[in-house]
Nanobody, 115 residues
Framework: VQLVESGGGLVQAGGSLRLSCVVS????????MGWYRQAPGKQRELVALITKGGSTNYVDAVKGRFTISRDNPKNTIYLQMNSLKPEDTAVYYC??????????WGQGTQVTVSS
């Protein structure tokens, strides 16, 4: 499984960005996909998750502001980020978990929110 993210950048507080993650390889083996982030000096944290069945979960800090979605024909998942805050600044990673519990990661994309 290969994951390639895009869509990061610099945005002012209150602005929006949409991250994309194109998935290739053994797609049939994927059980769930998610977006993680890691800020400088902090541990990587799960931001949003979408299961094979379409259920979604979010960390409390982004509920109501971020939306995870997928486009199956395009083998792509998205993270729509609205009302961005400086504390959302981090490297964002796309992740996939396979049915045999293997984790795959993208290379990461930087999101910087200025105040």
């Amino acid at each position: 499984v290969q994951l390639v993210e895009s869509g990061g950048g610099l945005v002012q507080a209150g602005g929006s960005l949409r991250l994309s993650c194109v998935v290739s390889g053994m797609i049939f083996s994927i059980n769930a996909m998610g977006w993680y982030r890691q800020a400088p000096g902090k541990q990587r944290e799960l931001v949003a998750l979408i299961t094979k069945g379409g259920s979604t979960n979010y960390v409390d800090a982004v509920k109501g502001r971020f939306t995870i979605s997928r486009d199956n024909p395009k083998n792509t998942i998205y993270l729509q980020m609205n009302s961005l805050k400086p504390e959302d600044t981090a490297v964002y990673y796309c992740s996939a978990k396979s049915i045999n519990n293997l984790d795959y990661w993208g290379q990461g994309t930087q999101v910087t929110v200025s105040s």
